[in-house]
């Protein structure tokens, strides 16, 4: 059974920085690609990045410059750092296995960012 | 990059059917056949019920339907259910190597 837990949310401060990671289990991490998508409050869902099992990435225009992500296929776990941060971040942050069809996803940690 | 556009609510009786609407540019939904749809319930992660267009993922309903015509995408489900209430989302592949999301449509079960 594939299971994807993130964590490493939480309140931060804008300007602020937080690393979410997504610990994956229940099959071959390396051979696939990775996605983090966010929720605000009320909102619909949006695309934040992907990493290819090759290690390519992309990312979404409201976050490139400001998050990086990466990952570490010796511990099956993904990471999204997140730096200057703003209060549109505001959001759940998913993970999710595969880029073009996601079909198993975390059950998402929360990012407030308010001062 | 803009949004797809979905209507923001739909609504159907039990045992009726109802089709969502899916519509981007040649950049994303007319350029590609990958187009997923997502179900979401309130509070809960989204579940992936279509993808590339008009597949199912293994143990989805077959109540569930995707196609696509021009730069527009629709997800038809048969036979409503109670439990088919929920926030239902598309999602395109670009030709700027990103996905763009609609902005969702809430279905009632009347």
């Known amino acids: 059974e594939v299971q994807l837990l993130e964590s490493g949310g939480g309140l931060v401060q804008p300007g602020g920085s937080l690393r979410l990671s997504c610990a994956a289990s229940?099959?071959?991490?390396?051979?696939?690609?990775m996605s983090w998508f966010r929720q605000a409050p009320g909102k619909g869902l949006e695309w934040v990045s992907s990493?290819?099992?090759?290690?390519?990435?992309d990312y979404a225009d409201s976050v490139k410059g400001r998050f990086t992500i990466s990952r570490d296929n010796s511990k099956n776990t993904l990471y999204l750092q997140m730096n200057s941060l703003r209060p549109e971040d505001t959001a759940v942050y998913y993970c999710?296995?595969?880029?073009?069809?996601?079909?198993?996803w975390g059950q998402g940690t929360q990012v407030t960012v308010s001062s | 990059q803009s949004a797809l556009t979905q209507p923001a609510s739909v609504s159907g009786s039990p045992g009726q059917s109802i089709t969502i609407s899916c519509t981007g540019t040649?950049?994303?939904?007319?350029?590609?056949?990958?187009v997923s749809w997502y179900q979401q319930h309130p509070g809960k992660a989204p579940k992936l019920i279509i993808y590339?267009?008009?597949k199912r993922p293994s143990g989805v309903s077959n109540r569930f339907s995707g196609s696509k015509s021009g730069n527009t995408a629709s997800l038809t489900i048969s036979g409503l259910r109670p439990e088919d209430e929920a926030d239902y989302y598309c999602?395109?592949?670009?030709?700027?190597?990103?996905?763009?999301f609609g902005g969702g449509t809430k279905l009632t079960v009347l």
């Open positions: 999710a296995k595969g880029l073009l069809l996601c079909d198993d």
């Open positions: 229940g099959f071959t991490f390396s051979s696939y690609a």
């Open positions: 990493i290819l099992s090759g290690g390519n990435t």
């Open positions: 040649s950049s994303d939904v007319g350029g590609y056949n990958y």
């Open positions: 590339d267009v008009s």
């Open positions: 999602s395109s592949y670009t030709t700027s190597s990103t996905l763009v």
